[in-house]
């Protein structure tokens, strides 16, 4: 059996769904350089603090850390710059309504390689938690996990 290139690992931003309620989802394609896709393959990323913005017709991931690939020389890369994300005009337009009507932010909730190899990222346009919506959210996450206990229990 042939073995296939190493699985490069999933960078996830694990802070999304603890102070915001995602409310859509897209898969958009990252215009990379060299040093980037390596320092990926190798999992030297974060995506805390991370969101994207839209300038003109153009969406961008801003704040995402792609650590400097080490064997990369002078090619070498900034780690915090922004990158264009790769999305077709009429979405960008439609998720740019969005943020400016409803006060909404769009966020990366991770960043992969699809089965072609090509660098995807899965933004969402989420609504950000206040501290009661968190405590509630804790609360009833606690009420379940007790309540599986005792149906285990009970059996």
């Given at each position: 059996?042939?073995?296939?290139?190493?699985?490069?690992?999933?960078?996830?931003?694990?802070?999304?769904?603890?102070?915001?309620?995602?409310?859509?989802?897209?898969?958009?394609?990252?215009?990379?350089?060299?040093?980037?896709?390596?320092?990926?393959?190798?999992?030297?990323a974060s995506l805390d603090?991370?969101?994207?913005?839209?300038?003109?017709?153009?969406?961008?991931?801003?704040?995402?850390?792609?650590?400097?690939?080490?064997?990369?020389?002078y090619a070498q890369h900034?780690?915090?710059?922004?990158r264009k994300l790769l999305?077709?005009?009429?979405?960008?337009?439609?998720?740019?309504?969005?943020?400016?009507?409803?006060?909404?932010?769009?966020?990366?909730?991770?960043?992969?390689?699809?089965?072609?190899?090509?660098?995807?990222?899965?933004?969402?346009?989420?609504?950000?938690?206040?501290?009661?919506?968190?405590?509630?959210?804790?609360?009833?996450?606690?009420?379940?996990?007790?309540?599986?206990?005792?149906?285990?229990?009970?059996?």
């Amino acid at each position: 059996m042939a073995k296939g290139p190493p699985a490069a690992p999933r960078i996830i931003n694990r802070k999304v769904r603890y102070n915001f309620e995602v409310l859509e989802k897209l898969e958009a394609g990252l215009a990379l350089t060299g040093s980037e896709v390596k320092s990926l393959r190798a999992g030297k990323a974060s995506l805390d603090e991370a969101y994207a913005m839209v300038r003109g017709q153009e969406m961008f991931l801003v704040d995402c850390h792609i650590s400097p690939y080490p064997m990369a020389g002078y090619a070498q890369h900034a780690p915090t710059r922004p990158r264009k994300l790769l999305l077709h005009r009429r979405q960008i337009l439609k998720w740019q309504a969005r943020v400016t009507q409803r006060g909404l932010t769009i966020v990366p909730l991770e960043i992969y390689f699809n089965p072609r190899g090509l660098a995807k990222v899965c933004i969402a346009l989420a609504r950000g938690k206040t501290h009661a919506d968190k405590r509630a959210e804790i609360r009833k996450r606690d009420d379940r996990r007790e309540m599986d206990r005792e149906a285990r229990r009970r059996r």
